[in-house]
């Protein structure tokens, strides 16, 4: 069934429509791991902790799928696509941890993220701020924790969405070329099967050699001498 959709299904549309459900499937999880890390009681763990668990269990699964081969048709040995390298290509690790440091710093989860918090709170609408913020100074959250995992959840489905966006751009840039090569090869051929053809010159015979050594021989004419009277 998953085969047939994404075979089926347009591109375009339906990347962007997995990149609205992963960004809400991997925010959830990612806006989770602050109150996880609380929970297991360790007071050593700071925000970077959380980001890095956020970017591993968003992608762990993803990793061990790749590395094993399971999303072909037979299983064999590969290697993660975030070894590629590029922006699009580890944007699912430093997207992750940047909507880590969002909702940490909208939450005031942790201390060292509060000049991150003041930034983000000068650009956070009146009506979505928390009710107990109410001056700069104030160390209270910036908007609740619900309200910073939905702003978590959009920036990360944005960040998706807009790859998707930009990796269709340049598959049809690169398609492009081709296409334009492929109209002007079938114009040519069609061009040369309607061009009218001259028609041939009838061609000359030639002889074999048996032919030219058979052939008869001109006779030459032998001028005949007068004779002289007889005296």
Known sequence: MASFIVNTAPSLPFNLAMSAVDGMTRGVTITAMPALIAAAGSSASGWWTA?????IATNG???IAQILGMHKAQWTPGRPAILDGGILGTLDVWGA???SVVYA???RTYPALEP????????VPDTLRDAGFAAKATTGQVVTKDTARAIAVLVLGSLFALRA???QICAWTASRPDRAAAAAKAKKEVGVKTKPVPAAAAPDVVKSPTEVSESPKPKKRRARKSKSPTP
């Open 51 to 55: 980001a890095l668990l956020g970017a």
């Open 61 to 63: 699964g993803g990793w």
């Open 97 to 99: 941890i940047i909507v």
């Open 105 to 107: 710093a909208l939450t």
């Open 116 to 123: 991150v918090g003041d930034f983000l709170s000068a650009r």
């Open 165 to 167: 966006l930009v990796t």
